[in-house]
Every structure is written in structure tokens, then in C-alpha cells.
């Protein structure tokens, strides 16, 4: 059996390191996953079922870009523009594109 991999720091020196990550990060985004259900739920006013692997997959690809996109807004009126963000929600795009053209096809079959 293989040993566990010996941490490089202690819990509570990691926990202090991701505390400090936690103060970093919320510089930047804000409060923004506080509000996140509320405005998921105004975008899906009558409620979204997911049944099967493929709507979750899309649900899962929706929610990428959602995450990113509330992050352009924390950066917007700052006059800032997460550029990181534009790119991720380009491929998030293109991945949900496929699943949808993927789907069509077997649909169609």
C-alpha cells in the first residue's frame, strides 16, 4: 500500500493560507456567489429539470459561464475587463455548442 503524500505545511498553516486566498479573491469578485442563486433563479423563472447526463453536462457548462460572467461584472464598473473570464466563456461556449450539435445528431437518428 502506498503511503499518503506527507503535506508541505501544517492544517492550520494551510488554513491560514487559504483564508488569506478567500481575503484575496473577494478583493476582486465581491460578494458575488452570495447572489448567485437569486439571479440563477431570475434566469430560470419556471424552475430547469435536469434528467440526464446531457442536461447536466450543458447545466455544468451554463454554470461555467455564469461564474465568469459575474466576474466581468465585479470588473466593469471598476472600468476593468477580466480578460481571463472573455476567453473561458469563449471555449465554455464552443464545448456547449458541441454538446447541443452532438445531441441534435443522435436525435435525429
Not at 43 to 67: C, K, V
Request: overall charge neutral; aromatic content about 10%; charged content about 20%.
Amino acid at each position: 500500500m502506498k503511503k499518503p503524500k506527507q503535506m508541505s505545511a501544517s492544517v492550520p498553516e494551510e488554513l491560514a493560507a487559504l483564508a488569506n486566498l478567500y481575503k484575496e479573491r473577494n478583493k476582486v469578485y465581491g460578494d458575488n456567489y452570495l447572489h448567485a442563486g437569486a439571479a440563477l433563479m431570475a434566469l430560470f423563472p419556471n424552475g430547469y429539470t435536469l434528467e440526464t447526463p446531457t442536461d447536466f453536462g450543458r447545466m455544468a457548462l451554463f454554470i461555467h459561464m455564469f461564474t465568469k460572467l459575474t466576474r466581468i461584472a465585479q470588473e466593469l464598473p471598476r472600468g476593468n475587463v477580466h480578460f481571463d473570464s472573455c476567453k473561458d466563456i469563449a471555449v465554455y461556449s464552443m464545448m456547449l455548442q458541441e454538446i447541443g450539435h452532438e445531441q441534435k445528431q443522435t436525435s435525429s437518428v
